[in-house]
T-cell receptor, first 112, second 112 residues
Framework: DAEITQSPRHKITETGRQVTLACHQTWNHNNMFWYRQDLGHGLRLIHYSYGVQDTNKGEVSDGYSVSRSNTEDLPLTLESAASSQTSVYFC???????????FGEGSWLTVV | GESVGLHLPTLSVQEGDNSIINCAYSNSASDYFIWYKQESGKGPQFIIDIRSNMDKRQGQRVTVLLNKTVKHLSLQIAATQPGDSAVYFCAESTSGTYKYIFGTGTRLKVLA
Protein backbone atom coordinates (compact mmCIF):
# COMPACT_ATOMS: atom_id res chain seq x y z
CA ASP A 1 0.00 0.00 0.00
CA ALA A 2 1.13 3.51 -0.74
CA GLU A 3 2.10 5.53 2.30
CA ILE A 4 3.99 8.46 3.77
CA THR A 5 6.81 7.79 6.19
CA GLN A 6 8.49 10.32 8.41
CA SER A 7 11.75 10.06 10.28
CA PRO A 8 12.79 10.44 12.94
CA ARG A 9 9.53 9.97 14.83
CA HIS A 10 10.98 11.57 17.95
CA LYS A 11 13.97 13.83 18.34
CA ILE A 12 15.46 16.03 21.03
CA THR A 13 17.95 18.63 19.90
CA GLU A 14 19.72 21.65 21.28
CA THR A 15 19.07 25.27 20.47
CA GLY A 16 21.09 26.42 17.48
CA ARG A 17 21.60 23.01 15.91
CA GLN A 18 20.49 22.21 12.39
CA VAL A 19 17.83 19.52 12.20
CA THR A 20 16.39 17.72 9.19
CA LEU A 21 13.12 15.82 9.24
CA ALA A 22 12.67 13.35 6.42
CA CYS A 23 9.47 12.65 4.52
CA HIS A 24 9.06 9.93 1.91
CA GLN A 25 5.85 9.13 0.05
CA THR A 26 5.10 6.26 -2.28
CA TRP A 27 1.81 7.68 -3.58
CA ASN A 28 3.63 9.29 -6.52
CA HIS A 29 1.88 12.53 -5.57
CA ASN A 30 3.07 15.79 -7.05
CA ASN A 31 2.02 17.92 -4.08
CA MET A 32 3.79 17.63 -0.75
CA PHE A 33 3.35 19.70 2.39
CA TRP A 34 4.86 20.23 5.82
CA TYR A 35 2.64 21.32 8.70
CA ARG A 36 3.18 21.87 12.38
CA GLN A 37 0.57 21.19 15.04
CA ASP A 38 0.62 23.00 18.37
CA LEU A 39 -1.64 23.51 21.36
CA GLY A 40 -3.78 26.56 20.65
CA HIS A 41 -3.54 26.16 16.87
CA GLY A 42 -4.69 23.80 14.20
CA LEU A 43 -2.39 22.52 11.50
CA ARG A 44 -0.29 25.36 10.14
CA LEU A 45 1.43 25.20 6.79
CA ILE A 46 5.20 25.61 6.80
CA HIS A 47 6.23 24.86 3.22
CA TYR A 48 4.78 23.10 0.22
CA SER A 49 5.85 21.81 -3.17
CA TYR A 50 3.93 21.21 -6.37
CA GLY A 51 6.63 19.06 -7.92
CA VAL A 52 10.33 18.46 -8.39
CA GLN A 53 12.40 21.62 -7.95
CA ASP A 54 9.34 23.58 -6.81
CA THR A 55 9.10 24.89 -3.23
CA ASN A 56 6.89 27.56 -1.68
CA LYS A 57 6.54 29.23 1.69
CA GLY A 58 3.51 28.66 3.83
CA GLU A 59 2.15 30.76 6.66
CA VAL A 60 4.86 29.89 9.23
CA SER A 61 7.98 29.39 7.11
CA ASP A 62 10.52 31.49 9.04
CA GLY A 63 13.42 29.34 10.24
CA TYR A 64 12.54 26.42 7.96
CA SER A 65 13.57 25.32 4.48
CA VAL A 66 12.69 22.47 2.14
CA SER A 67 14.08 21.01 -1.05
CA ARG A 68 12.45 18.77 -3.65
CA SER A 69 14.95 16.83 -5.72
CA ASN A 70 12.58 13.97 -6.58
CA THR A 71 8.88 13.16 -6.44
CA GLU A 72 9.07 10.98 -3.34
CA ASP A 73 10.92 13.14 -0.81
CA LEU A 74 10.50 16.53 0.83
CA PRO A 75 12.94 16.96 3.72
CA LEU A 76 12.30 19.81 6.16
CA THR A 77 15.34 21.57 7.60
CA LEU A 78 15.42 23.76 10.66
CA GLU A 79 18.46 25.92 10.02
CA SER A 80 19.10 26.84 13.65
CA ALA A 81 16.64 25.20 16.00
CA ALA A 82 14.81 27.42 18.48
CA SER A 83 12.64 26.48 21.46
CA SER A 84 9.64 27.96 19.63
CA GLN A 85 10.07 25.18 17.07
CA THR A 86 9.26 22.49 19.61
CA SER A 87 6.22 20.95 17.98
CA VAL A 88 4.76 18.00 16.16
CA TYR A 89 5.53 18.08 12.46
CA PHE A 90 3.38 16.37 9.84
CA CYS A 91 4.28 15.71 6.26
CA UNK A 92 1.41 15.32 3.81
CA UNK A 93 0.81 14.77 0.13
CA UNK A 94 -1.96 15.02 -2.43
CA UNK A 95 -2.35 14.24 -6.11
CA UNK A 96 -3.60 17.70 -6.98
CA UNK A 97 -5.51 20.73 -5.84
CA UNK A 98 -8.91 20.01 -4.43
CA UNK A 99 -8.01 16.40 -3.72
CA UNK A 100 -7.57 14.38 -0.56
CA UNK A 101 -4.46 15.20 1.43
CA UNK A 102 -2.84 12.27 3.23
CA PHE A 103 -0.66 12.62 6.31
CA GLY A 104 2.34 10.86 7.75
CA GLU A 105 2.48 9.71 11.35
CA GLY A 106 4.31 12.79 12.59
CA SER A 107 7.70 13.76 13.97
CA TRP A 108 7.83 14.96 17.57
CA LEU A 109 10.62 17.52 17.93
CA THR A 110 11.80 18.99 21.20
CA VAL A 111 14.32 21.82 21.19
CA VAL A 112 16.08 22.32 24.55
CA GLY B 1 -9.22 29.37 16.07
CA GLU B 2 -10.04 26.69 18.51
CA SER B 3 -7.41 25.06 20.66
CA VAL B 4 -5.84 21.70 20.04
CA GLY B 5 -5.48 19.26 22.89
CA LEU B 6 -6.55 20.27 26.38
CA HIS B 7 -9.00 22.96 25.31
CA LEU B 8 -10.78 21.04 22.59
CA PRO B 9 -14.56 20.82 22.78
CA THR B 10 -15.47 17.31 23.86
CA LEU B 11 -18.38 15.12 22.87
CA SER B 12 -19.08 12.17 25.14
CA VAL B 13 -21.34 9.41 23.85
CA GLN B 14 -22.36 6.00 25.06
CA GLU B 15 -21.04 3.02 23.18
CA GLY B 16 -23.57 2.02 20.57
CA ASP B 17 -25.13 5.47 20.27
CA ASN B 18 -24.80 7.68 17.23
CA SER B 19 -22.37 10.62 17.30
CA ILE B 20 -22.68 13.90 15.47
CA ILE B 21 -19.66 16.16 15.18
CA ASN B 22 -20.05 19.61 13.70
CA CYS B 23 -17.78 21.97 11.84
CA ALA B 24 -18.34 25.51 10.63
CA TYR B 25 -16.17 26.33 7.66
CA SER B 26 -14.95 29.77 6.78
CA ASN B 27 -14.63 30.21 3.04
CA SER B 28 -17.76 30.35 0.88
CA ALA B 29 -15.58 29.51 -2.15
CA SER B 30 -14.52 26.18 -0.64
CA ASP B 31 -15.78 23.29 -2.72
CA TYR B 32 -14.08 20.26 -1.22
CA PHE B 33 -14.32 19.07 2.37
CA ILE B 34 -12.63 16.30 4.30
CA TRP B 35 -13.10 14.77 7.74
CA TYR B 36 -10.08 13.42 9.59
CA LYS B 37 -9.67 11.29 12.68
CA GLN B 38 -6.58 11.78 14.82
CA GLU B 39 -5.73 9.37 17.59
CA SER B 40 -3.29 10.32 20.30
CA GLY B 41 0.29 10.20 19.05
CA LYS B 42 -0.70 9.55 15.44
CA GLY B 43 -1.18 11.46 12.23
CA PRO B 44 -4.56 12.57 10.89
CA GLN B 45 -6.36 9.75 9.14
CA PHE B 46 -8.74 10.37 6.24
CA ILE B 47 -12.32 9.31 7.00
CA ILE B 48 -14.59 10.67 4.31
CA ASP B 49 -14.83 13.58 1.91
CA ILE B 50 -17.51 15.47 0.05
CA ARG B 51 -17.60 17.95 -2.79
CA SER B 52 -19.85 20.97 -2.91
CA ASN B 53 -22.11 19.51 -5.62
CA MET B 54 -23.37 17.04 -3.01
CA ASP B 55 -25.10 17.58 0.32
CA LYS B 56 -24.69 14.08 1.72
CA ARG B 57 -22.25 11.24 1.37
CA GLN B 58 -22.16 7.93 3.18
CA GLY B 59 -19.33 5.62 4.04
CA GLN B 60 -19.01 2.65 6.33
CA ARG B 61 -20.75 3.77 9.55
CA VAL B 62 -20.07 7.41 8.70
CA THR B 63 -22.11 10.05 6.93
CA VAL B 64 -21.05 13.57 6.05
CA LEU B 65 -23.65 16.30 5.58
CA LEU B 66 -22.89 19.60 3.91
CA ASN B 67 -25.02 22.72 4.25
CA LYS B 68 -23.53 25.36 2.00
CA THR B 69 -26.15 27.94 2.91
CA VAL B 70 -24.86 28.21 6.45
CA LYS B 71 -21.34 26.91 5.75
CA HIS B 72 -21.75 23.92 7.99
CA LEU B 73 -20.41 20.40 7.82
CA SER B 74 -21.27 17.49 10.06
CA LEU B 75 -19.94 13.99 10.57
CA GLN B 76 -22.30 11.33 11.80
CA ILE B 77 -20.90 8.11 13.22
CA ALA B 78 -23.36 5.28 13.62
CA ALA B 79 -23.15 2.80 16.51
CA THR B 80 -20.14 4.50 18.04
CA GLN B 81 -17.44 2.13 19.26
CA PRO B 82 -14.56 2.55 21.74
CA GLY B 83 -12.14 2.61 18.81
CA ASP B 84 -13.85 5.75 17.56
CA SER B 85 -12.43 7.73 20.49
CA ALA B 86 -10.18 10.37 18.94
CA VAL B 87 -10.04 13.99 17.82
CA TYR B 88 -12.05 14.68 14.69
CA PHE B 89 -11.48 17.73 12.53
CA CYS B 90 -12.65 19.01 9.21
CA ALA B 91 -10.70 20.52 6.35
CA GLU B 92 -11.84 22.72 3.50
CA SER B 93 -10.22 23.42 0.18
CA THR B 94 -10.90 25.18 -3.06
CA SER B 95 -10.21 23.54 -6.43
CA GLY B 96 -7.32 25.14 -8.20
CA THR B 97 -5.53 26.09 -4.98
CA TYR B 98 -3.05 24.29 -2.79
CA LYS B 99 -4.58 25.59 0.38
CA TYR B 100 -6.37 23.46 2.94
CA ILE B 101 -7.89 25.12 5.99
CA PHE B 102 -8.07 22.83 8.99
CA GLY B 103 -10.34 23.10 11.97
CA THR B 104 -8.86 22.38 15.37
CA GLY B 105 -11.30 19.63 16.10
CA THR B 106 -13.62 17.97 18.56
CA ARG B 107 -12.58 15.25 20.96
CA LEU B 108 -14.93 12.27 20.90
CA LYS B 109 -15.04 10.15 24.04
CA VAL B 110 -16.89 6.87 23.91
CA LEU B 111 -18.23 5.72 27.26
CA ALA B 112 -18.52 2.00 27.89
Amino acid sequence: DAEITQSPRHKITETGRQVTLACHQTWNHNNMFWYRQDLGHGLRLIHYSYGVQDTNKGEVSDGYSVSRSNTEDLPLTLESAASSQTSVYFCASSSGSGNTIYFGEGSWLTVV
Amino acid sequence: GESVGLHLPTLSVQEGDNSIINCAYSNSASDYFIWYKQESGKGPQFIIDIRSNMDKRQGQRVTVLLNKTVKHLSLQIAATQPGDSAVYFCAESTSGTYKYIFGTGTRLKVLA
